[in-house]
C-alpha cells in the first residue's frame, strides 16, 4: 500500500523550519524541537499537473524530500526509525505566503494556507532500496529553466530518525503516511504559466531518483 | 462507508470560534468569516475510551456537532450543501490549551497541539434522516455528574451550509470526512480519573441522539 500513498495515505505531516539557510531569508528563529503541520491529501498533485492560484494568493513553492511511511507506529525510537520507512518521494509544499503571514500575526492555524488543492505536487514512489544516504540527496528545483533552490539534505537542521521519533510522540504514523521535511533556501513566488521543474538525486553519485513537474 | 467514518475517513476539519460565548470566554474576537483546522483522524477515541493526557498538558474539552460527509466535492454552494452530509456525530475536540497559548503567541501551527491520539472523542454515526434540524440540537458535556457545557446549535455564528462552503473553497471534502462546527461555552480542563459524559439532543422534542463517554 505505501507505494500507492497519494491515493490511499490519510495524513500528510509537513515539518517547518528544517534548513538553517531557509530559516534565514524569511527571517524566522531556528526552532529548539521540530515542529510540524498537517496537510490534507486532498492536495496531492501527481507529476504533469497544474497548481491552481487562487486569486488574491502569493503562492510560494518549498521543494522537500517526503518520507513514506511503511510500517505504522507511535513512539517510535529515532533508533527504530529507518525501520518504519518504506521509501520516499519528491514533493513541493505550496504555501500562500501573504495569508501565512497573516496567520501567523494573528496566532491562527496554517492549515487554510498550506492546504488548498494542489497544493502538494508529488513525485513517484521511490523505493528506499534505490535511496543509498537519504541524508545526501541534493534536491533542487527550477523556474522556466532556472535553478532558485538547490539544497542538499544533509543541511537539515533535524534529521530523519528525530523527525520520526517527534512526530509518532503526539499521533500515531499509519501505512501511506507522507512526512516532509522541510525546504531548503530560495523559495518564491509562481506565477500563472510558469513551467516549474524539480530533481532529486544521490548526492555522491548524481544518480538521479526522481523528476517532478508542474505548472 | 460514510457509518464508518471513523475508520475510513481521511480528514477532520474543525471550525474555530464559531460560538459567541466561547469566543468571549477565551478573550478572541469574533471572526468575520469561518476558519479551521485540521485534526489526523488517528486522534479519535471511540466512546468508552481514555482520553491520553500528556505529561505537562493541560487538556480541554471542548463538545461539538460533527458533520458526516456523504458526497465528496469541492466548490460546494451554501444551497447545495445539505446533499453532501451523510450524517452527524458528537464529538469532542480535545485541545493541550497551555501549549496552544504558545503556539497562538509564536504564530506556530496548531497541528500538534490539537493532534494528539486520543484527541477527538467520537460517538456513534447518527443517520441525517434521524434529525429534524440541525441548527436546534442541544448539546451538552458533564464531569463528575457535573454540568460544564449546555449549549445549542442554534447559536453558531456560522451556520453548517455557510461552513461546508468555506471549507470546500479550499480543499476537497470527501466521503467519511468529518466537520467539527465549534464549541459552546464552559470549556475547561480534564484531570486523570474524571468521568466525562457528554449528549446531542433534539432541542425540540428532547429526544436524545447520542451519548459520548470517556475518562
Ligand atoms: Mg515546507
Ligand atoms: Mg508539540
Ligand atoms: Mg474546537
Not at 512526530?167 to 509562481?190: A, F, H, K
Request: with cysteine.
Amino acid at each position: 500500500m505505501a507505494a500507492s500513498f497519494v491515493r490511499n495515505g490519510r495524513k500528510i505531516v509537513a515539518i517547518g523550519r528544517n534548513y538553517a539557510d531557509h530559516v534565514k531569508e524569511l527571517k524566522n528563529t531556528i526552532p529548539k524541537e521540530p515542529f510540524f503541520f498537517l496537510k490534507p491529501t486532498t492536495s496531492y498533485l501527481p507529476s504533469g499537473g497544474n497548481v491552481e492560484i487562487p486569486r488574491g494568493i502569493v503562492a510560494h513553492y518549498e521543494v522537500e524530500l517526503g518520507l513514506v511511511i511503511g510500517k505504522g507506529g507511535r513512539d517510535i525510537s529515532s533508533s527504530d526509525a529507518d525501520s518504519h520507512i518504506a521509501g520516499y518521494a519528491l514533493a513541493v509544499d505550496m504555501t500562500a505566503r501573504n495569508l501565512q503571514d497573516e496567520v501567523k500575526k494573528k496566532g491562527l492555524p496554517w492549515s487554510a494556507v498550506k492546504g488548498f488543492d494542489t497544493f502538494t505536487p508529488i513525485g513517484s514512489f521511490i523505493p528506499k532500496s534505490q535511496v543509498a544516504d537519504p541524508h545526501n540527496l541534493s534536491l533542487w528545483l527550477k523556474i522556466n529553466g532556472q535553478l532558485k533552490q538547490n539544497g542538499n539534505t544533509a543541511d537539515m537542521i533535524f534529521r530523519i530518525p528525530r523527525l520520526i521519533e517527534h512526530v509518532s510522540s503526539i499521533m500515531t504514523l499509519e501505512e501511506g503516511d507522507l512526512i516532509l521535511t522541510g525546504t531548503p533556501s530560495g523559495i518564491g513566488p509562481i506565477n500563472a504559466g510558469d513551467e516549474i521543474l524539480c530533481g532529486l538525486a544521490d548526492a555522491a553519485t548524481q544518480q538521479e531518483l526522481s523528476k517532478l513537474e508542474f505548472g
